[in-house]
């Protein structure tokens, strides 16, 4: 069901609202002159699965599920780096709705930091032979840390303009 909604939502955005799209502003990872800027998430993509190959804990004894699960944590720690990109090259107002939306995310994610540090030794294999599988579970908690770091300005950003009661604003000058 989730992907259905995903295709349309995707169908609906490219076809039904095609100048919503900003293609000046949405430059994330500038590529090479010969390859696409779209594909610029691959300096997000690559060093994730890189490291989930390396160190993944063994959560069923499987290796494909085990590294896939890891490849999907360690994205979403850096997910949020394109958006926040977006908001810094279009340098003003940011949308209620959506610094809400982003705002969730992150709370989100300090929430997910909070049950991983209460649990993260689960992963953590002792009996392990090789250290890839003694240290996941660090890992895990560093990548949910990774992420609260990089939402850090934004998080601040936000409460100031709620305690000020005015819209939210990003600075011109990074």
């Given at each position: ?35 696409p ?12 699965f ?68 209460s ?56």
């Open positions: 069901m989730a992907l259905a909604v995903v295709c349309v939502l995707i169908f609906v955005v490219t076809n039904k609202f095609p100048g919503s799209y900003n293609e000046a502003v949405d430059c994330f990872g500038k590529m090479p002159p010969h390859v800027n779209k594909l610029g998430v691959v300096w997000l993509l690559v060093p994730a890189l490291l989930a190959l390396l160190l993944h804990p063994s959560l069923n004894g499987n290796f494909i599920t085990d590294t896939a699960w890891t490849f999907a944590l360690y994205v979403e720690a850096v997910a949020v780096l394109p958006q926040l990109y977006l908001f810094h090259r279009r340098r003003g107002l940011i949308d209620g709705m959506l610094s809400n939306y982003v705002f969730a995310l992150g709370v989100s994610r300090l929430l997910q930091l909070i049950f991983w540090v649990s993260f030794q689960e992963l953590n294999d002792a009996r392990a032979s090789s250290i890839a599988a003694q240290y996941p579970g660090y890992l895990v908690v560093f990548s949910q840390i990774v992420h609260i770091l990089l939402m850090g300005n934004f998080f601040w950003l936000y409460l100031e303009s709620a305690r000020q009661g005015k819209p939210m604003y990003l600075p011109v000058s990074v």
